[in-house]
């Protein structure tokens, strides 16, 4: 089993709408409170780990191209692989009035719009000096059937939208929510994000924010198990502060820490790989997410509300 370890890179919308500084939009998204990219890039390299950072590049458009540069060469410079993440409300965005002119899903545009907000993108990352990408990931997880179409005629091999804890809308490419293993669509490999069942019918994402570790933990364990063909986890290079950005949020944190820990310690039995090692997917699969487990969801809805408490008091 291939582990896919991504790390989606972005300007926080919730700051710029906030009308802070522009460094300060850029500080707390990338390197929030000493716990944003170079933190993990240093933790993903004391454990030997390869990880994928999807990183958007059209707040360039607003914050210019240098923070999308330094972005692409800390990553880089640090052997992990940079593909393309994209938020296509910063088309319209500005300094000025910080408010909200496009949508915030690249699944509600036609596929011609699509293709140019993509295209954009990707000359915005070249620009910025990272290599032609060859994987995608739509900003909160938006991608339809004609995201997929349009990737493929521009020569991708990947995406990693299909969620189906945001399925069907934003996540909206036309799978089962319960799909986790991957499989060809329209031209190209989806690899979609890995899922639990919570409950009967709901689902989580292998999210750092999303899962404890004790979850973490089961759901890499239960796909060792069943010989799934990979898990694909999902980290925010602004999620291990706390939303405002000035501290760290000491559960996350941990979390992610664990969670390396937890890969290092797996690696024989599900290495961690780039999308550019083009690892072998076997395409036929229909494995499954890990079943609930009351007292693991328990157990994680007291820690996440003691977590609230501690930001509340702190503020």
Avoid at 26 to 47: C, M, N, T, Y
Avoid at 219 to 233: K, P, Q
């Amino acid at each position: 089993m291939h582990v896919f370890l991504t790390i989606d890179t972005e300007l926080s919308w919730r700051h710029h709408a906030a009308g802070l500084p522009p460094e300060e939009v850029v500080a707390r998204s990338l390197e929030p409170a000493g716990v944003g990219i170079a933190h993990q890039l240093d933790l993903l390299a004391r454990h030997r780990l390869k990880a994928t950072f999807f990183v958007d590049p059209m707040p360039a458009l607003v914050y210019g191209i240098a923070q999308l540069r330094a972005v692409v060469s800390a990553v880089l410079a640090a052997g992990q692989e940079v593909q393309l993440h994209l938020h296509p409300n910063w088309r319209g965005a500005s300094l000025e009035d910080r408010g909200l002119h496009d949508a915030f899903e690249l699944s509600a545009f036609p596929r011609n719009v699509q293709r140019d907000l993509i295209v954009c993108g990707m000359e915005l990352l070249a620009e910025a000096g990272a290599p032609l990408p060859i994987a995608f990931r739509g900003g909160s997880y938006a991608a339809n059937d004609d995201t997929l179409l349009t990737l493929a005629s521009l020569g991708f091999a990947y995406d990693s939208s299909h969620n189906g804890a945001e399925h069907p809308w934003p996540s909206a490419i036309g799978l089962s929510p319960a799909r986790i293993a991957p499989v060809a669509r329209h031209g190209v490999v989806e690899v979609p994000v890995t899922v639990i069942e919570d409950q009967p019918d709901q689902r989580r994402p292998f999210q750092v924010c999303a899962l404890s570790i004790r979850e973490q933990a089961a759901a890499l364990d239960h796909a060792i198990a069943a010989g799934h063909v990979a898990t694909t986890i999902v980290g925010h290079s602004f999620e291990l502060a706390v939303r405002g950005g000035t501290r760290p949020n000491m559960i996350h944190t941990r979390r992610f820490a664990q969670l390396c820990a937890l890969l290092d310690a797996r690696r024989a039995e599900a290495p961690t790989a780039h999308f550019i090692d083009r690892p072998t997917l076997p395409l036929d699969r229909d494995d499954l997410p890990l079943p609930p487990h009351y007292s693991r969801r328990r157990l994680r809805q007291v820690e996440q509300a003691w977590s609230n408490i501690v930001e509340e008091r702190a503020v």
